[in-house]
Nanobody, 122 residues
């Protein structure tokens, strides 16, 4: 069993900052990729940022470039999203995801967190 537990959402005024964190626990051999998606009311879920092990480790949605920073702690199996200069249009439920290899020789499996609400007031 693998679990992703998120923390750090909340209500903030426009221009403010929030930091989201997500911790993976359970049967984990490696985590090739971790990241964050978000879903606003009436809209499709969209990728916000991802971080992988490799030559190009991070990827951001154009709408958050320069404002959000994703990072991970491989020793603790955590991923964080520092969100600065928040805008009302950033309001959404944010979901952590991870591609997890549960044991050597197995293929990665996608896991999702339960979601955390981020609300930015104008």
């Amino acid at each position: 069993q693998v679990q992703l537990v998120e923390s750090g959402g909340g209500l903030v005024q426009a221009g403010g900052s929030l930091r989201l964190s997500c911790a993976a626990s359970g049967s984990i051999f490696s985590i090739p990729a971790m990241g964050w998606y978000r879903q606003a009311p009436g809209k499709q879920r969209e990728l916000v940022a991802s971080i992988i092990k490799g030559a190009r480790p991070t990827n951001y949605a154009d709408s958050v470039k320069g404002r959000f920073t994703i990072s991970r702690d491989n020793a603790k199996n955590t991923v964080s999203l520092q969100m600065n200069s928040l805008k009302p249009e950033d309001t959404a439920v944010y979901y952590c995801y991870a591609d997890i290899v549960p044991a050597r020789g197995l293929v990665p499996v996608d896991y999702w967190g339960q979601g955390t609400q981020v609300t930015v007031s104008s």
